[in-house]
């Protein structure tokens, strides 16, 4: 990390200077395997105060927590970071991969914001300027952000399935620099995995050199790039026959040629398909081909919805409905996402007959 960060300048923004306050983080290592680094990092070497630092104790058990850095099992974090004394908050997973970022008064980063943020700083971490930057990537359900941030960088840009073994094939190919995922993972070249120590270190870093706070840092992003709102709907242990038979059903109706043009609406907010189809990849560097990754629904004015099963759920099948729509107009830009993306939510809904088909009222967990 000393070779990839100025650990100096990342000390002096934590420990302040004559001229700028101290910046207060609390970093949540949800009792999983960080926790001996992020002692080590951030207070041995960077000086934040033991307080700064919270469940660094390894536990078999994680001491009862759920170790998933998200709104719903970090809500620990979150309510701290309500609390407004901290500037910045992180928590990590159980192996250390994924990460969650928020700023004061637990301001929420998504993942697919995180990675365009990062995308677009990448010149204030030393690492790329010595090593450069290849290109971008995220995986296909990820908001699209990081794709105009690789558009006006000027570098590639690959959409890939969920998966980190895709993001791999790039980077031993030397064509990738930074991806991230809509499930909490960010990565860059450095290694080949996702590195949520990694990712706080480059918001802290970024924050040092453009001396602004996290929330300013997303509203001059969101000013300049427009914004990707998105939510995702879990749907999580249902039966697995009732899901196949919706997706099965999802796919046969979006893919008949006669839909592209539909025009789909929900109050008076209407939608028109562009393309609709079940995601295709064929990797550019083996050619290796990955078919039926996920239904996308892609509309005219940009906005996307995405269904597929997850590959991970424990127990029963679990059905991830995506929602990602982008908006460019100044005033729009502030807006709660569960509001902004109302319409286009229940148009998924009614599309995918969700409620007919696993018999649920309401996901289990909305991100
Ligand atoms: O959405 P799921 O199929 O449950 O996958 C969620 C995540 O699982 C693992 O962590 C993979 O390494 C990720 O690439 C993936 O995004």
Known sequence: MKDIFDFSSLRDLLKGTESRDPFRVL????????????REIFVNELGAGESSIVNTKPLEDFGGLHPDPNLTYAAELVSALKEGVHDFGAAFD???????????????????????????????IPYFRIEGVKGFARSMPTAGAIDRVANAVGVDFYEVPTGWKYFGSLMDASRLSLCGEESFGTGSDHIRE???IWAALAWLQIIACEKKSVEELLISHWKRFGRNFFTRYDYENCNADDCARMMHKLEQTVTSPAYVGTQLSHKNKSYVVKLA?????????????????G????????????????????SGATVRIYIDSYEKDENLLLGDAQVVLSPLINIALDVTEIKIHTGREAPTVIT
């Open 194 to 196: 996702k590195d949520g």
């Open 295 to 314: 239904i996308r629904l892609l509309f005219e004015d940009g906005s996307r919805i995405i269904v597929r099963l997850s590959g991970t759920g424990s």
């Open 94 to 124: 159980g192996d250390g991969d994924r990460n969650m970022i928020l700023g004061k008064n637990a301001f929420f980063v998504t993942p697919s914001d995180s990675l365009a943020v990062l995308g677009s700083h990448l010149r204030h």
């Open 277 to 293: 189809d079940n995601f295709h990849y064929e990797d550019p560097v083996d050619g290796s081909i990955a078919a039926r990754q």
């Open 27 to 38: 970093i949540n290592s949800l009792n999983g395997v960080t926790g001996p680094y992020v």
